[in-house]
């Protein structure tokens, strides 16, 4: 993976999957510390891969990413296109525009699908580095995604809102949160919102526990309670009928969301405690990221600058408790990374 440090060059950045509080601080501090250090030029693609396979695509200098440090979601806008599907020659598409532009090398920030297509480029030849983003955190090789602590602190402050209205009116709240194969949102926002319930991905659960938590908790003299459930948590088999939004996108994936309304039935039904559903759904990804994800994105962003500019390709850049490090995108992305166990256990001694 080692090559030689690059001279001044043109890299390729782009921004794809869903969208997340901190991509302009990378997007900042990609092009300032390129163009400070290697004097490299950038060309920022828009709308994810769509830009790179339309070839619509921007210059980024150092007054286009002027002032978007603390800006949501991305100046260069994303899509889930994947350059692959149905079978096309994503590789020869994408390497077209590259060659047209006369780019070197290119940095794709994304979660696991946009990563995904940037390891398929790479093992055919493409000079490409990875930038790890997601609310969803679940992007083994990091620690921790920028845009997760946002969203975390987003829905902390939602579950203390509804607080105050499920305990005016006796009502049990359930909250559903993004987290497609993990529950780390749900888990670090239950945890810090006080839930009495968190139900993930990693574990199916039984609604009849859920009520049981319910029931202990309203016998000890308490009104109201807090669900916390991920949008991909799902039922132990055979006990509820559930039903998604419709429809997988470009990578397959299916459009989740509308557990939490199963919930409010189902709870309401069996235990007769008034029950109402909150979808927080997009505003988790929306507006400003927290300082933790600045500093980390931007941290980030330096990082893969560097990996690029010394040649190392086909690395994912991440954080390892305070050490950024790199890791072979195959590896990173061989896994999702789902949920401590041990974290989940200490979520479950508040339940009920
Ligand atoms: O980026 C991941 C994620 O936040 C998932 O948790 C969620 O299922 C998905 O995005 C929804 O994305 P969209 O509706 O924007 O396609």
Redesign the pocket.
């Known amino acids: 993976m080692q090559a030689a440090r690059l001279g001044a060059v043109k890299i390729g950045l782009l921004t794809g999957?869903?969208d997340?509080p901190g991509l302009n601080a990378t997007i900042r501090a990609v092009v300032r510390s390129g163009v400070a250090r290697g004097g490299h030029e950038f060309v920022g693609f828009r709308n994810g891969w769509a830009g790179v396979l339309a070839d619509n695509a921007i210059e980024l200098t150092l007054q286009s990413t002027a002032g978007i440090l603390p800006r949501g979601g991305t100046i260069l806008g994303t899509s889930?296109t994947n350059p692959y599907a149905d079978g096309a020659d994503g590789t020869a598409a994408v390497q077209d525009t590259l060659q047209g532009r006369g780019i070197d090398a290119l940095l794709a920030i994304g979660?696991e699908d946009t990563l995904g297509v940037a390891l398929r480029l790479h093992e055919d030849g493409v000079a490409v580095v990875g930038i790890p983003k997601?609310?969803?955190n679940d992007l083994d090789g990091t620690d921790v995604t920028f845009g997760f602590q946002t969203a975390v602190q987003i829905v902390t402050d939602a579950i203390d809102r509804l607080h105050t209205t499920a305990e005016s009116h006796h009502r049990v709240m359930v909250v559903e949160v993004?987290?497609?194969h993990a529950g780390w949102i749900a888990v670090h926002a239950g945890i810090a919102g006080g839930a009495d319930a968190i139900l993930v991905p990693e574990r199916r659960f039984d609604i009849e526990a859920v009520c049981g938590h319910l029931r202990r908790r309203h016998e000890r003299g308490r009104s109201f309670s807090i669900v916390v459930v991920a949008?991909?948590a799902m039922p132990l088999e055979g006990t509820l009928q559930t039903t998604g939004a419709g429809g997988t996108?470009a990578f397959g994936?299916a459009?989740?969301g509308g557990i939490g309304v199963t919930l409010e039935r189902e709870i309401e039904q069996r235990t007769g405690y008034e029950t109402r559903a909150t979808i927080l759904g997009?505003v988790?990804?929306g507006g400003t990221p927290t300082a933790f994800d600045r500093v980390l994105a931007t941290r980030f962003g330096v990082a893969a600058m560097e990996a690029v500019a010394a040649g190392r390709f086909g690395t994912m850049v991440g954080v390892r408790g305070s050490e950024i490090v790199e890791t072979p995108l195959a590896q990173a992305l061989s896994e999702p990374k789902l949920l401590d166990p041990k974290l989940y256990e200490t979520a479950e001694l508040f339940f009920g």
């Open positions: 999957g869903g997340c889930r979660g997601t609310i969803d993004m987290g497609r949008e991909g996108d994936h459009r989740l997009h988790q990804r």
